[in-house]
């Protein structure tokens, strides 16, 4: 398990754009699902946009401490 903590945070500090840039294309996944199909319950619920602005928060936090 520390092996593997180890590795991600070498990926990731590589990579500082990366957990923001992939939680603009969840909130961007939930604009389009919300335009495209909007009465289903993963459009209705929003859970791209909750999870997309979490990993953006969490990737901008992680970019400067890596």
Avoid: E
């Amino acid at each position: 398990m520390p092996h593997t903590i180890d590795a991600l945070a070498h990926y990731l500090a590589r990579r500082k754009g990366l957990l923001p840039l992939l939680g603009c294309l969840f909130v961007l996944c939930n604009l389009i699902l919300r335009l495209l199909a909007p009465q289903t319950w993963l459009g209705a619920s929003d859970l791209l946009l909750h999870l997309g602005v979490l990993i953006a928060i969490l990737g901008l936090l992680l970019a400067r401490v890596l």
